[in-house]
C-alpha cells in the first residue's frame, strides 16, 4: 500500500497532473471518438470542479489568513482564472451536446491557461500553505477535501 501524500503542495500537485492527463486524454479522442471523449470530459468537469471548489473553499481562506496577504491579491488573480477555466468548459460542453468535436483553440487555451494556472499554485500557493500549517492541519485540509462535494474527483494517494 502506498503512503499517502503528506503537504498541500505534493496532494493538490499530484491533482494537477492527474487532470492535466485526463485533459490530453480528452483532446485526442475529440476528434476520433466523440461518445468516448464525451464521456471523459463529464468526468473531467466533474473532477475540475470540485478540484477548484477544493482551493476556493478550503485552501484559499487559510492561504488568506497567512502573513501579508491582507488583499489577497494571489488569489483574486486564481479565482478570476477558476472564472475562465469554467467558461471554456462551458464553449467545449456546448459544441460536444451539439454531438460536434469540441473547438481544438477551446481546449488547447484551456491546457495552456490550467497549466499556468497549476504553475502559479505549486510555486506560490501551495508552499506557503505547507509553511503555514503541521501535519494535523495537513489531515484537516485533506479530510476536508475528501468531504468536499459534488464532482467524482480523487485526492491522490500515492
Avoid: Y
Wanted: aromatic share 6%; glycine share 4%; with cysteine.
Amino acid at each position: 500500500m502506498k503512503a499517502p501524500l503528506r503537504s498541500v503542495t505534493e496532494r493538490h500537485s499530484h491533482d494537477h497532473i492527474r487532470l492535466s492527463g485526463l485533459l490530453l486524454r480528452f483532446e485526442s479522442l475529440n476528434e476520433t471518438d466523440l461518445v468516448a471523449a464525451n464521456s471523459l470530459f463529464n468526468e473531467i468537469r466533474s473532477d475540475l470542479e470540485r478540484h477548484i471548489r477544493w482551493e476556493e473553499e478550503i485552501l484559499f481562506p487559510i492561504f488568506e489568513k497567512g502573513p501579508g496577504m491582507r488583499d489577497g491579491e494571489p488569489t483574486v488573480v486564481m479565482r478570476q482564472e477558476h472564472r475562465q477555466i469554467k467558461d471554456f468548459l462551458d464553449h467545449i460542453q456546448a459544441a460536444l451536446v451539439q454531438q460536434w468535436p469540441a473547438p481544438i483553440a477551446d481546449i488547447l487555451a484551456l491546457q495552456d491557461l490550467f497549466l499556468q494556472h497549476n504553475q502559479k499554485e505549486e510555486h506560490l500557493v501551495f508552499p506557503v500553505l505547507d509553511s503555514l500549517s503541521d501535519q494535523t492541519e495537513h489531515a484537516n485540509v485533506f479530510v476536508a477535501t475528501e468531504s468536499c462535494p459534488d464532482g467524482a474527483s480523487r485526492p491522490a494517494h500515492v
